[in-house]
């Protein structure tokens, strides 16, 4: 803190420690919580994500984003009789993920939530290590037209759709209405940027829909911090003490998603509040879009969807996308 910075622009009392990138007003910690809190308030209640009555399932991983869900969650449900049950994915990432564990288990103990720990191992039968190694060898000893885009794909692809799935599966054990992921406003936005860039038009359109049931067997999932900024989740942690896991993942982010990643933190540097143009034209996009054709998209929803033939779990084609990867990497080759 320097001794220039003026007082605190909400309370008039304490000295600011911090200001807001989005309108440069300097608050202290307490109001600066207290701001970042209100923002998923809003978000939770305009996007009506959880009833009263809700289990909802918080994937906590110890990195900083599902730490502070956590924490501002546990603020916000207090006041209702929902429940908070914390699950933490083990994906089997050697040298990175263990040394989350512990950090999560001990951020749900502090506020007294209920902790369960899956593993991918358990869940699939494989650790994402054993999935990546086993394309990288195919990469290497296949030929290239028995090359399919399955096996090409980057560790963070097989880890998204097998943590979707394990997410999924540990939700409903655990009798939970709605899964919480820490993704916030920068996290969002690149999805949107990256499925412009890749012309994926279906997931950019599907936007952020209502957590309705689409299926008895998927679990709604929703997105508390999706416009709160990676600055202020850090500035968050920080100021509420909190404690998280920072090493980086060994796989990092997948090529495309790192450029993305630079281009909107640089972006949002030079020009504060782009992040949230971004999302909030996506929003309106997408809100126009399935409003002039929900009728139309939920008939169809419900049915195009499986009980896929190896594993039974809900999906979208007659296999699971998880079984596709899992049949093309140890089966098929
Ligand atoms: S960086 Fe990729 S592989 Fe690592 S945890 Fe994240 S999504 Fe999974
Ligand atoms: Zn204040
Ligand atoms: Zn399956």
Sequence with gaps: MTKNLPECYTCKKKPAVTYRRIDGRYLCKECFSKWVSSIVRKTVSQKKMFERNDRIIVGLSGGKDSTVLLDILHKIERKYPSELIAVCIDEGIANYREDGLPIAEKAAKKLDVEFHLFSFKELIGYSLDEIVERSRELQEKLP?????????????SFCGVFRRKALNIAARKLNGDKVATGH???????????????????????????PEK????????????????????????????????TTECPYAVE????????????????????????KNSMDTIS?????????????????????????????SSKVCKGCQMLDTLFKKN
């Excluded at 290239?144 to 963070?156: A, Q």
């Excluded at 916030?184 to 209502?210: A, E, F, H, M, Y």
């Excluded at 067997?217 to 850090?234: S, T």
């Excluded at 809100?287 to 809900?314: F, Q």
């Design 214 to 245: 689409t299926h008895e067997l998927f679990v709604p999932r929703v997105k508390p911090l999706q416009a709160v900024a990676e600055r202020d989740v850090v500035l968050y942690a920080f100021y509420n003490n909190l404690t998280y896991h």
């Design 255 to 278: 090529a495309m998603r790192l450029d993305v990643r630079n281009f909107a933190i640089e972006i949002e540097e030079k020009y504060p509040g782009t992040l949230n143009c971004i």
């Design 287 to 315: 809100h126009k879009w399935t409003g002039s054709s929900t009728e139309i998209t939920n008939k169809d929803e419900a049915k195009t969807y499986y009980l896929c033939e190896i594993c039974s779990e809900p999906a």
């Design 184 to 210: 916030n406003l920068n996290d969002v936005t690149q999805t949107i940027l990256l499925n412009l860039l890749r012309g994926d038009s279906n997931k950019l359109l599907r936007g952020d829909l209502p």
């Design 144 to 156: 290239s037209k028995r090359k399919t885009k399955i096996i090409k794909h980057g560790p963070c």
